[in-house]
């Protein structure tokens, strides 16, 4: 079911989108990352200390991950100092398929071959134009639709029902 509400978000991926967006750390890369999915329209919903609490990680990047595995927000973008945190947490919850993305051309893997829909960042290695590059293809690349990439979706998916939380 969750294939299906990503498909069909996957067909209007310039539509204005409500984006959960969360960190442990505020920063500059935050700051625009922010600013730059304003620009586009879409809308945010903050958690950790972009929300303005004192969070870590691992509270504020499953928060994130809970808001758009439930449908209330369409994708996340997530930060933590490497990233790594953030995309272990956010993997855990059911139905998120995070991805930590150093280039465009992982954003554009992750979109098309795997469904992802929590984009994750590290707060270190991160440079505006990195951040940019990435999320530029992040939103321009659509979910992959051939036989191979369904069949590997569908195997990922039979993998989270099969957890069992």
């Known amino acids: 079911m969750r294939l299906m509400r990503c498909v069909v978000h996957a067909r209007n991926r310039h539509d204005p989108m409500m984006i959960a967006v969360s960190s442990d750390e505020a920063t500059t890369l935050?700051?625009?990352?922010?600013?730059?999915?304003?620009?586009?329209?879409?809308?945010?919903?903050?958690?950790?200390v972009l929300a303005g609490r004192d969070s870590e990680w691992v509270d504020s990047s499953s928060?994130?991950?809970?808001?758009?595995?439930?449908?209330?927000?369409?994708?996340?973008?997530?930060?933590?100092?490497?990233?790594?945190?953030?995309?272990?947490?956010?993997?855990?919850v059911r139905g998120i398929r995070?991805?930590?993305?150093?280039?465009?051309?992982?954003?554009?893997?992750?979109?098309?071959?795997?469904?992802a829909n929590v984009l994750v960042m590290g707060l270190e290695e991160t440079s505006i134009p990195k951040a940019k590059a990435v999320l530029d293809a992040w939103f321009s690349t659509s979910f992959g639709n051939t036989d191979f990439e369904?069949?590997?979706?569908?195997?990922?998916?039979?993998?989270?029902?099969?957890?069992?939380d």
């Open 63 to 92: 928060e994130a991950a809970e808001s758009v595995a439930s449908g209330t927000c369409r994708e996340g973008v997530l930060f933590c100092w490497t990233g790594t945190g953030a995309c272990i947490a956010a993997n855990k």
């Open 150 to 164: 369904k069949r590997n979706i569908l195997k990922l998916d039979e993998l989270d029902r099969a957890r069992g």
């Open 98 to 115: 995070a991805a930590l993305c150093t280039s465009a051309r992982q954003a554009e893997g992750a979109r098309k071959w795997d469904h």
């Open 30 to 48: 935050t700051d625009y990352v922010l600013s730059y999915l304003r620009a586009r329209g879409h809308s945010v919903s903050l958690f950790g």
